[in-house]
């Protein structure tokens, strides 16, 4: 499995930077139109906490740019809208605003994360429209494949939906990134296995894990994080109510490695874990050590990644 810097270098030439954006799009696991009251682990922020604010798209760009470019000599990016759920909207505004994310010249991809249950037709078309001037990335939101731990943690659909959604937007010829996070309550460590052999068996149907699989990079794979207690969560009012157990360092670096193991190698890590904001983060506290997590987790995956 490569991981997602080193599979940009090779498609690109050199280092591309995530301009972190807003569309403006809320959720309807929020909105009230699913009636949960939202995700329990998600942040008021959206799980885009480092997202731009949402003003005029040229004036987010512009910052964001400006950001990476007083540390780097940065010249390619993606634009990439995380936070909230990017498909779920007026079909003709989010295609304004996209079209206008990837006229920049310096943008070489869109990104967009959602929901597997706000993929309408009209919105997947806009997808195959815009995925034909540049890629387009789907990140899914899974998390988990048991129904129990769905419904505990209010994510608001059923795995079919997920499944339906995966199968139309590979069709589409779109790039799909899957969501999941590790540490869920009630999930051992056999079921979050069970998420990542799922997912390996899915994305087998598409050819990957073909011995002679071959052509232009791809970039469909996972997203891998330890889930975190975040101040002003759902999550957060259950674990300081009463604690479940949360994996150390150690233990989460061997179930992702376990992990990367079961994918196919031709997929795409692209991430092994989340740093959500210190300002917020309740436990697991290594979480807020960036530094010494990555070159931990480095140094133990090195022989798989």
């Known amino acids: 499995m490569k991981r997602l810097s080193q599979a940009l270098k090779d498609a690109y030439g050199e280092k591309v930077y995530r301009l972190s954006l807003s569309s403006g799009c809320t959720c309807p696991n929020r909105d009230g139109t699913l009636g949960t009251g939202g995700c329990t682990f998600c942040s008021e922020g959206g799980s885009g906490e480092f997202a731009a604010e949402p003003v005029p798209l040229k004036e987010q760009l512009e910052q964001a740019k400006a950001r990476i470019q007083a540390k780097t000599n940065a010249e390619k990016f993606i634009a990439y809208f995380q936070s909230f759920t990017n498909t779920y909207g007026d079909p003709v505004r989010l295609r304004k605003l996209y079209i206008e994310a990837i006229s920049q010249e310096e943008v070489v991809i869109l990104s967009l994360g959602t929901r597997p249950d706000?993929?309408?037709?009209?919105?997947?078309?806009?997808?195959?429209?815009?995925n034909e001037i540049k890629p387009v990335w789907v990140e899914l939101g899974l998390q988990t494949i048991h129904e129990r731990t769905a419904e505990r943690i209010?994510?608001?659909?059923p795995l079919r939906v997920?499944?339906?959604?995966?199968?139309k937007l590979k069709e589409a010829g779109l790039t799909v990134i899957v969501h999941v996070i590790f540490g869920l309550p009630g999930e051992t460590k056999e079921d979050m296995l069970a998420t990542v052999k799922y997912l390996a068996g899915l994305f087998d149907?598409?050819?990957y894990g073909k011995a002679d699989s071959a052509g232009p990079q791809c970039f469909d794979g996972v997203k891998l994080q330890m889930l975190q207690i975040l101040k002003g969560t759902k999550m957060a009012e259950e674990y300081l109510r009463e604690?479940?157990?949360?994996f150390s360092l150690e233990e989460y670096t061997e179930l992702v490695k376990e992990s990367v193991r079961l994918l196919p190698a031709?997929?795409?890590?692209?991430?092994?874990?989340?740093?959500?904001p210190k300002r917020l983060l309740i436990a697991p506290l290594w979480c807020a050590d960036k530094k010494r997590t990555l070159n931990y987790m480095n140094r133990v995956l090195a022989d798989v990644l």
């Open 162 to 167: 997920f499944e339906e959604s995966f199968r």
């Open 205 to 207: 149907e598409y050819g």
């Open 243 to 246: 604690p479940f157990l949360l």
């Open 266 to 276: 031709d997929l795409v890590l692209h991430r092994m874990t989340g740093d959500g």
């Open 154 to 157: 209010r994510r608001g659909y």
């Open 118 to 130: 706000c993929l309408p037709e009209e919105i997947l078309q806009m997808l195959q429209e815009l």
